[in-house]
């Protein structure tokens, strides 16, 4: 296995990890809004975020571009944040 190959597979590790944590942190912020409880939301909107970001940094460290739809949705969770 060739050096870019590890480096590739590393993209593809950290890319699915990173899927699978706005994966969790999205269903947790539905079920928190489902359940109308405004500090809990407020806090998984806060991990939502962060997961958000983390994902775009890592599509980003891979080489790609950010999808602009995922750019959007942080601006707009972002200013939701704030707006409260």
Same mark, same amino acid.
Do not use: C, W
């Given at each position: 296995? &060739?050096? +870019?190959?590890?480096?590739?597979?590393?993209? =593809? &590790?950290? /890319? +699915?990890?990173?899927?699978?944590?706005?994966?969790?942190? $999205?269903?947790?912020?539905?079920?928190?809004? $489902?359940?109308?409880? #405004? /500090?809990?939301?407020?806090?998984? =909107?806060?991990?939502?975020?962060?997961? /958000?970001?983390?994902?775009?940094?890592? !599509?980003?460290?891979?080489?790609?571009?950010?999808?602009?739809?995922?750019?959007?949705? !942080?601006?707009?969770?972002? #200013? /939701? $944040?704030?707006?409260?």
């Amino acid at each position: 296995m &060739t050096a +870019a190959n590890d480096h590739h597979r590393d993209h =593809r &590790t950290a /890319l +699915a990890a990173s899927q699978l944590e706005l994966e969790v942190a $999205r269903a947790r912020f539905q079920e928190s809004r $489902r359940q109308g409880s #405004g /500090l809990d939301d407020a806090s998984r =909107r806060a991990n939502l975020v962060t997961a /958000l970001e983390n994902y775009a940094a890592t !599509i980003e460290e891979a080489g790609a571009p950010v999808p602009p739809q995922l750019k959007l949705e !942080i601006r707009l969770h972002k #200013g /939701l $944040r704030r707006g409260r």
